[in-house]
Nanobody, 123 residues
């Protein structure tokens, strides 16, 4: 059974950094695409970043240059390093996974989700 558990959220001042973690179980990263999404109050959930294999990554424009997605394959942990945080980054951040098809990285179609972790960026 696929399980995803996020941690690392919190309150940070604008310009600060946070690292989110997602402990994954029930599958291996070799066969799954994994990613981060977020949902701000009153808005729809949106794609942030995804990774397949060891180094193929994709980022939303809002995350490029500030966020870095990575994986600890041995520990089955997904990370999102967030730097230069802005107030508009405030949201609940979700870890997600989907079975990898044809080694294609996707921004949608994820069918396993964590419970989310709150990130609040204050001015």
């Amino acid at each position: 059974q696929v399980q995803l558990v996020e941690s690392g959220g919190g309150l940070v001042q604008a310009g600060g950094s946070l690292r989110l973690s997602c402990a994954a179980s029930g599958f291996t990263f070799d066969n799954f695409a994994v990613g981060w999404f977020r949902q701000a109050p009153g808005k729809e959930r949106e794609f942030v970043a995804a990774i397949i294999r060891s180094s193929d990554t994709d980022y939303a424009d809002s995350a490029k240059g500030r966020f870095t997605i990575s994986r600890d394959i041995a520990g089955n942990i997904l990370y999102l390093q967030m730097n230069s945080l802005k107030s508009e980054d405030t949201a609940v951040y979700y870890c997600a996974a989907k079975f990898l098809v044809r080694n294609l990285i996707r921004r949608s179609g994820y069918d396993h989700w964590g419970q989310g972790t709150q990130v609040t960026v204050s001015e």
